[in-house]
């Protein structure tokens, strides 16, 4: 029903409109989208009337698409200069006002060519079956204006190449490898070949397609670097194809049933494929944001540990510079308090044990900043050796007593009545971690009793107790006491200077030995069970980890 020639020019036509409306359609309002469309729709209709301009339509029919043609042209050539500016980034191109001016030329040029015989005065007989212009004295600027606009564009893309980082260079890369093709071609069929030659017409005409490459590589470059992922291109370009074979069996048909069947099936494919794009580029675009998503949360993740690193460096650091004076301050309150600066007054001598009691308080505030600034850092030593559980057990119990008699609270020990044995301990870091415990047991209860137990558990471990009468906690709230700078509301009523970091700390010498340390309380006012758990064999000390090793808190 068609000539070939036509169909192959309404092949490419679909397939050139079809990737200009696409890329359109995915970002209507980025400039390189935009002026690729103008761009596209310029060169597919200068096609369009160069290839009719040989068709015998009738005298006037082949002037005004010889007119056509050279009005397209000149369109054509700003439109690539203009698409050449979005593609380097130029911020002139998002101004309201550059397109009507650039392309205010164009529309000149189109005025002159149609309406005066200064640039096409008429055309002559058929040479090769081919229209012959004939040439107006304004003919030289026509083409200068056209060279000038094109190497212009050339020259801003090689300029912003050159710019570009190695990863963007791509794109411009499709653009020059487009554009040489086409030249080639062109040069080729027009230039090269012989007017003379009887296939001369033929020859033109796939220099007219070879424009396709014009459009075709760079419209790839922007699919690939701007808008989609290899996946969703992959699916696209496949869908085209399938299209493009129903867009031809179209004007395959031999009567007008199959070409209504066609059209029918043509149009279904259509909804169908749209369909399968769409889901596509939607499961794509949900799994970038995810990306996205992802690669924010590992940078803020990053900057995280950047902070509490800087952090904990700064406690390490500021708790060091505090530790010397108040070591200082400690020393010479203890030589006044003893006399030997000479006799003190009864009043004098309260203030200044009330000032050792503030000043030991804020040695161990520094010491508990200091430990946990290492502990974060992994920077922990530990001295292992053999020590009795119960040894220890007894010589806390007997250093808090003068406190449990001052407040008036019952403090008892209870220990196994057969010996257990020796454990492999720091026996300073263990030692820290009951006093502690018992040190917070007696804050926080205000009547009644504290009793600190020794006990085997399971046999293969030891179990220190520490339980009380006290305020107890909620359930939920367990997990949460041993966690850095935590304290229920219930302890702050009671003893409002604490620090929440003892437990932190001491929960983390316990692990490190291999152990277990947890909170029991049947709930606020009902008392409450702290344990230690460590095993007969310390997993550390086994392995040979000891004072000249660091320790990673895990």
């Known amino acids: 029903m068609f000539d070939a020639g036509v169909i192959l ?25 935009r002026t690729f ?9 200068w096609m369009f009337v160069a290839y009719f301009q040989d068709e015998t339509f009738g005298w006037m029919d082949r002037s005004v698409f010889l007119k056509l043609d050279f009005s397209f042209g ?10 050449c500016m979005a593609l380097a980034g130029m911020g002139i191109v998002r101004k309201r006002m550059t397109t009507p001016i650039l392309f205010l030329i164009p529309v000149l040029f189109s005025g002159l060519i149609f309406f005066t015989p200064f640039l096409l005065s008429g055309f002559a007989d058929d040479v090769a079956g081919t229209i012959v212009p004939i040439l107006g004295p304004l ?12 190497l212009s ?14 990863k963007d260079r791509g794109q411009y890369l499709y653009f020059f490898l487009g554009i040489a093709l086409t030249a080639a071609a062109l040069l080729y069929t027009n230039v090269f070949l012989s007017d003379d030659s009887p296939y001369f017409i033929s020859y033109y005409r796939l220099g007219i397609f070879s424009s396709l490459f014009l459009v075709l590589l760079p419209g790839y470059s922007i699919l690939r670097y701007r808008l989609l992922s290899g996946r969703l291109l992959t699916v696209e370009l496949l869908s085209l194809v399938i299209l493009l074979i129903a867009f031809v069996q179209i004007f395959t048909s031999e009567t007008a049933f199959y ?7 043509f149009v279904a494919l259509s909804f169908v494929v749209g369909l399968l794009v769409r889901s596509t580029n939607t499961e794509t675009r949900r799994k970038e944001e995810l990306q996205e998503i992802s690669d924010s949360l590992a940078k803020a993740n990053e900057r995280l540990k950047e902070l509490d690193n800087t952090k904990t460096e700064f406690i390490s650091i500021a708790s060091h510079q505090l530790r010397t004076p108040l070591t200082a301050i400690k020393g010479y309150l203890s030589l006044l308090l003893e006399g030997s600066y000479g006799e003190i007054s009864t009043e004098v001598t309260d203030v200044l044990e009330k000032i050792n009691l503030v000043n030991r308080n804020l040695v161990q505030l520094v010491e508990d900043l200091l430990n946990v600034s290492r502990i974060d850092a992994g920077r922990i030593r ?48 263990i030692r820290e971690a009951v006093s502690n415990l018992v040190d917070n047991a007696l804050k926080y209860t205000e009547k009644g009793s504290v009793a600190v137990s020794v006990e085997s558990s399971r046999g293969d471990a030891v179990r220190i107790v520490v339980a009380d009468t006290g305020i107890g906690f909620h359930s939920e709230d367990g997990e949460k006491l041993f966690g850095k700078f935590v304290r229920t509301q219930e302890t702050t009523k009671i003893y409002v200077s604490g620090t929440g970091l003892g437990l932190y700390v001491g929960k983390s010498f316990v692990e490190a030995h291999g152990g277990k340390m947890w909170a029991e309380s049947e709930g606020v006012g009902m008392g409450s069970r702290f344990i230690i758990e460590l095993p007969f064999e310390n997993p550390r000390a086994v392995a040979g980890e000891g ?7 895990g």
């Open 139 to 150: 003919w030289p600027a026509y083409e200068a204006v056209i060279i000038l606009v094109l």
């Open 153 to 166: 564009g050339i020259a801003i893309l090689v300029k912003y190449y050159r710019l570009a980082s190695p």
């Open 37 to 45: 469309f103008i761009f596209n729709l310029s060169v597919l209709l």
């Open 74 to 83: 000149m369109f054509m050539a700003f439109s690539f200069l203009f698409f």
């Open 547 to 553: 004072s000249v090793k660091k320790i990673k808190m």
């Open 9 to 33: 020019l309404l092949i490419v036509g679909f397939f050139l409109f079809y990737l200009g409306f696409f890329i359109l359609y995915k970002n209507p309002k980025s400039p390189v989208n």
């Open 259 to 265: 070409l209504m069947t066609r059209i029918a099936f």
């Open 382 to 429: 530990y001295a292992y050796e053999p020590i009795r559980i119960e040894a220890l057990a007894s010589e806390q119990t007997d250093m808090f007593m003068p406190m449990a008699r001052d407040k008036g609270i019952g403090l008892s020990l209870h220990l196994p009545e057969e010996p257990l044995p020796e454990l492999m301990l720091d026996a300073g870091k």
